[in-house]
């Protein structure tokens, strides 16, 4: 015989509302029919806390896919930039280049020892980057370009580097060289007896000439013609008072009849200054300058050396 169940419903005074009477097997049929539902709602409740993770696992990824693509569209877009500086930075290299080949021409001065170039053997520059080129698209080679133009930029400017110190250096002898070459008219007046043969004065033969007379007043102030160390300061023959300056480079300066100079010997002088009073010492026929330059000791027509 049949095991029988009953479900009592009681009210809220103890009286019997409703009864339930059933079977064990169909007991036990609804229990397993109630852990099958609460297992089928756990699982659907676990599989929706599953794929709610991955949805928002996904939407980081995306997220985070976002932010790369964005960074990675600015880092190509700074290459971009880069690339632009670099050929920006080739083209004044270059210009600095043109100029210094110009300032060579107007200083006369030879080229630069750096026989392969500025960039190298040949001395052609290298092409422009393109950095025109679209933020989706991969920038692997104009990367590789930027690397090798910028080891070819770095020995450029080492070259440049040593052809501008080169070029100060001459320019530096050239300056120095210049400020000691006479350049100017060492004394207002009138030029009595130039450069080369003439008729002496106190002979009436034919003599030559080595230097040039220029007469003024006695007193009046005579100038060094460049820089220089004198030599020599005093009486000497038919020259009377004698100034000898030395302006390397084997020039040297003379200035005779004067009244009286007013640097002794070992003294410097510069182009310009005040060095000696023209007078009428020695053998002379008037108040004047004899103004000499010699040229490793032979005389050269002074005229040829004043520029005012």
């Not at 109630?34 to 928002?56: A, P, Q, R, W």
């Not at 980081?60 to 632009?84: G, N, P, S």
């Not at 160390?229 to 023959?237: K, N």
């Not at 009286?260 to 310009?272: Q, T």
Request: aromatic share 8%; proline share 3%.
């Amino acid at each position: 015989m049949a095991h029988k169940f009953s479900l009592i419903f009681l009210g809220s005074t103890g009286s019997t509302i409703k009864q339930i009477h059933c079977t064990r097997k169909k007991l036990m049929g609804l229990v397993s029919l109630l852990c099958t539902g609460v297992f089928v709602l756990g699982y659907i409740f676990f599989d929706y806390l599953i794929l709610h993770k991955s949805i928002s696992d996904k939407n980081a990824i995306e997220r985070d896919l976002a932010l790369q693509t964005e960074e990675v569209l600015h880092q190509r877009e700074q290459i971009q930039k880069f690339a632009t500086e670099i050929n920006e930075l080739k083209d004044r290299l270059l210009k600095l280049d043109r100029f210094e080949k110009r300032v060579r021409i107007i200083a006369n001065i030879d080229n630069s020892e750096n026989g392969d170039g500025m960039f190298g053997v040949g001395g052609s520059a290298p092409e422009d980057l393109n950095p025109n080129i679209g933020l989706t698209q991969r920038h692997q080679r104009l990367i590789k370009d930027m690397h090798q133009q910028i080891g070819q930029l770095n020995k450029a400017t080492d070259n440049q580097k040593e052809d501008f110190e080169s070029l100060l250096d001459r320019l530096e002898a050239q300056k120095n060289l210049m400020a000691h070459t006479p350049a100017i008219r060492p004394v207002n007046g009138w030029v009595t007896s130039g450069f080369g043969y003439r008729q002496s004065p106190f002979t009436g033969k034919k003599e030559f000439h080595k230097g040039m007379d220029i007469s003024n007043q006695i007193g009046t102030e005579i100038m060094a013609p460049a820089d220089g160390v004198v030599s020599f300061m005093g009486l000497q023959g038919f020259y009377g008072q004698l100034m000898v300056i030395d302006h390397g480079h084997g020039i040297t300066t003379r200035y005779a009849h004067l009244d009286r100079g007013l640097f002794k010997r070992g003294d410097r002088v510069v182009r310009g200054k005040t060095i000696a009073l023209m007078g009428n010492t020695g053998r002379s026929t008037g108040p004047h300058l004899h103004y000499e330059i010699r040229l490793n000791g032979v005389p050269v027509n002074p005229s040829k050396y004043i520029m005012n």
